[in-house]
C-alpha cells in the first residue's frame, strides 16, 4: 500500500515538475486568457458539476455528515458562479513573475537586482469546500506554478468536475494539462506520500481545520506555509475614544463569528474601565456570551459577566463568546499577548502616539493594527486581490498570503565581461 | 541521553526565546554599540583566544586531523582582528529591522503597509571555522535575533574564548547575554535536539560541508536555509565576444577552485567552436584539468582534453578539475542546465539581446547573470555588507543571505477607527 501511494505520488510529481518548466516561462496573456477559459468552461459545464456535486451530497447524506459540512460541500447556480467569477477576478491581477526589483550598479560594473519567479511545484491540502480546487488552481497557475490539489474525500466527484473544467482550459489555452493535478482517489496514505514528495514539491499549502494542518505540519518532508490559529485581540489603551473602542470591539468580535481575524479576547487598560459596561452591554445586545476576570467583572457590576479561566485566553471560540481582561498597563496588555495570542492579528484602539508606535513595534504578530478592526486582516482588504490563505509562520511569507507569497526571488545580474578582481 | 540532550535545549531554548523578546525591540545604536564593543573585546582579549585556539590544534594534531581542516581551525593576530573588523563592518550596516514599505491607502481607508521584523531564534550549526562564531552572531544580533550556535567539536575551546567575548559585550552594551548561546559540549546529541526544536528555534542555517547540510535538512523539524551543491555554469553563446568569454571563463573557474560560486561545467554553442581551444588552452595554462564531450575534443585537437562522462556534469569538483560540453543551441544548452546545475548561479556570455533575456528569464538559478563573472555570487558583491551563506533553497530567501535574509515581515495597519462592513 506504502509503495502504491509512492508510486503514485512520483508519477503526479514527475508530471508537475515537468509542466512547471513549462509555466514558469509562460506569457501573461497565456495565463490569463486560460484562466479566463476556465470561468467559461465552468459556466458552460455547470450541469455536470452540479450532477457531480449532487452524488457526493447524497453520500454525505448517507455518511451522516453534519449540517455545517454539508453546508460547506453543497454547490449551487450561484456558488459555481462564484468560482467561475473568482478566476476571472485572478485573470485580471497584475503578474508577479518576471518583475525586476532594486536593480542597482555596484563597484565592479555589474547591475544587480531581483527577479520575480514562481516557487514551482505547490501541493494543496484541504477539505470539504469544492470551490477551493478552483480559487487554489487558478492563483497557482497565475503566478506560474503547477498544482497538486488534494481535497476532501466527501467533494471527490466535485472537485473531480471542476478540475476536469481547468484542466481543459489548459490545454485549449496552449499550457500543459498536468499543470493542475487532481489527486484522484480518497485513499489516505496519498497525502502523507505527497507531503513527504519533497523530490517534486516546492511547498505544501493545507486549508481546512487546526487537526489536518498540524498533521500536516507535523509530517510533511516539504516546506509547509501553515495557518494554525486565529487567537486574536483588541486592546482598549488608556487614551482610548471611547465611541470608537465600542465599535472597533464590536465589529471584531461580531462581524463574523467563524473567521480566524474575529476578536476572541479584549485587554482593557484600567483607566479605561469606564467603557467596560458599555462594550458588555453591546456584546451581550448581539448574543455574545461575556467571560470576564474579576475586575472586568466588577467594571461591569449588574450585567452578566460569566468569570474567565486562565483556559479562555488561550481559545480560539470561533463563536460568540469573548473572553475579556483588565490590565494594569500597555507592557501588561502586550505582555498578556505575547504570552496568548497565536500571533496571528491584534489591534490597540488609541489617540496616544507613543502608544500606538509601541504597539506597532513590540507587538510580534503577523498583523498589527492601530485603531482599525482586527476584521480587515484579509487578502482582499490588503489589496492582494485575493487570497489562498493566511500564514501563522514567520519564514517566507506571513499574514495573509496572495499571488506573491506563491513566488520567490532569484539574483540577475548584468555585466559587459566583468570578472572578480 | 536522549531526554538528556532534550533538556538540554529546551534550557538554552526558552533563554534563548526571552532573549529575542528583548533584542526584537532592541534600538538600532544598542545594537551596533554591542558590536563594537564585542570587536574591542576581541582584540583585547586575544591571547585568551589564542591559547584557546592552541588547545584545539594540539587535541588536532594527536586526532590527526588532515591539513585541510587544521588551516580552518588556525586562529593567529590576524585571523581574530579579521573577525574584530567583521563586527565592525556589521555594526556599520543599515538596521533592517522596523523598515516600513509600500505604506498605501486602502479604500476602506487603512493604511497598509509591511515591517521588517527579526525572525526570531535562529541555530546556526557549523563545522572547524572558529571565525563563523563571530560572523554569524555578529549578523544574527544586528538583525534583532538571538542565535544558538554550534561549532564543530575540534573548535570548542576556540568558539568558547569567542563566545565568551560576545556575551560579555552584551552585557555590558545593556542586551541579554542569552541573545547569544553557545551549546558547550562536543555531545553529538545536542545536534539532533536543536535541529528538533521546533518550539523555541525559528530557523536553522548550516554551515559547511555537503554532507552535515545534507543530514541536517533531511532530519531537522525545524525549517532550515540550505546551501548544497554549486555546480555552477558558463554557457559561451553564438554570438559571445571571444575575449569576453575567454576572460569570464577562466576567472569563474581559476580566480578560487575550492568555493560554490566557481564554474565547474562551460558549455559552447557549437557556432562558437573556434573558441574552445583558445579557452582550453588558457585552462590548461593555469594547470586545469579539462574534461570534454567528443565534440569539444575534437574542436581542441591536439590539446589534453580527457574523455568527460555523464558523472562529470554532475560533479562539484571544488578543484581544477573543467567538464566542457558543446551544444546545438540555446535550448540545448538551458537543457543541460536544467538537467545538471545545482540552481546556483549560471551566466551566459553572449551580445545577442533575446539570448540574454531569454537566459535570464528561462534559467532557474539563485543568480542568473549575462556577460559577468560566476565569481560576482557573493553578499559583498551583491551589496548586502556581509553574508551567512548562499541558498540553494526556493523559500523564504535565495542565493546570498545578509542581514534581510535573517528578518522577515510582518503587516501593519493604521486606522482611524475603520471596522468592516
Given at each position: 500500500m506504502k509503495t502504491d501511494a509512492k508510486t503514485v505520488m512520483n508519477v503526479l510529481g514527475g508530471q508537475a515538475k515537468a509542466a512547471a518548466k513549462a509555466m514558469r516561462v509562460a506569457d501573461t496573456g497565456v495565463k490569463n486568457r486560460v484562466l479566463q477559459l476556465a470561468a467559461a468552461v465552468i459556466r458552460r459545464e455547470m450541469k455536470e458539476i452540479l450532477a457531480a456535486n449532487a452524488m457526493d451530497m447524497q453520500a454525505a447524506e448517507k455518511s451522516g455528515l453534519d449540517a455545517a459540512l454539508k453546508d460547506r460541500l453543497l454547490l449551487n447556480g450561484d456558488r459555481v458562479d462564484a468560482m467561475a467569477e473568482g478566476l476571472e477576478q485572478i485573470a485580471a491581477l497584475p503578474d508577479p513573475v518576471g518583475a525586476i526589483d532594486q536593480l542597482r550598479y555596484r563597484p565592479s560594473g555589474i547591475q544587480v537586482g531581483h527577479m520575480r519567479v514562481p516557487l514551482g511545484v505547490i501541493g494543496i491540502i484541504y477539505e470539504s469546500r469544492p470551490n477551493v480546487t478552483a480559487d487554489a488552481a487558478g492563483l497557482c497557475l497565475k503566478s506560474g506554478n503547477a498544482a497538486i490539489l488534494r481535497g476532501g474525500s466527501e467533494a471527490i466527484h466535485s472537485n473531480r468536475a471542476i478540475a476536469a473544467c481547468l484542466r481543459r482550459a489548459l490545454v485549449d489555452g496552449g499550457l500543459p494539462q498536468n499543470a493542475l493535478q487532481l489527486v484522484?482517489?480518497?485513499?489516505?496514505?496519498l497525502v502523507g506520500a505527497l507531503i513527504m514528495s519533497d523530490a517534486y514539491v516546492d511547498v505544501i499549502i493545507p486549508r481546512g481545520g487546526k487537526s489536518l494542518i498540524a498533521r500536516v505540519a507535523a509530517e510533511a518532508r516539504v516546506p509547509v506555509i501553515k495557518h494554525l490559529d486565529g487567537i486574536c485581540h483588541v486592546y482598549i489603551d488608556a487614551a482610548a475614544d471611547a465611541e470608537m473602542a465600542l465599535n472597533i470591539a464590536v465589529n471584531a468580535k461580531t462581524h463574523r463569528y467563524g473567521v480566524c481575524n474575529a476578536m476572541e479576547t479584549l485587554l482593557v487598560h484600567q483607566d479605561a474601565a469606564a467603557l467596560v459596561a458599555p462594550i458588555v452591554q453591546a456584546m451581550l445586545d448581539k448574543g455574545v456570551e461575556v467571560r470576564g476576570c474579576e475586575r472586568i467583572r466588577a467594571a461591569a457590576e449588574g450585567l452578566d459577566v460569566k468569570p474567565a479561566s486562565d483556559q479562555d485566553w488561550r481559545t480560539?471560540?470561533?463563536?460568540?463568546i469573548l473572553s475579556v481582561r483588565m490590565v494594569d498597563d500597555f507592557e501588561q496588555a502586550v505582555d498578556h499577548i505575547a504570552t496568548f495570542?497565536?500571533?496571528?492579528t491584534e489591534t490597540i484602539v488609541t489617540e496616544n502616539y507613543e502608544a500606538g508606535q509601541r504597539f506597532l513595534r513590540e507587538v510580534d504578530s503577523s498583523s498589527v493594527m492601530w485603531n482599525a478592526s482586527t476584521r480587515f486582516a484579509d487578502g482582499f482588504e490588503y489589496g492582494l486581490?485575493?487570497?489562498i490563505g493566511i500564514s501563522t509562520?514567520?519564514?517566507?511569507v506571513r499574514g495573509p498570503v496572495g499571488l506573491e507569497g506563491l513566488t520567490s526571488q532569484k539574483w540577475i545580474v548584468l555585466g559587459s565581461g566583468q570578472v572578480r578582481q
Open positions: 484522484d482517489s480518497t485513499d489516505r496514505e480560539e471560540y470561533l463563536s460568540p495570542s497565536s500571533a496571528h486581490g485575493a487570497e509562520d514567520r519564514l517566507h
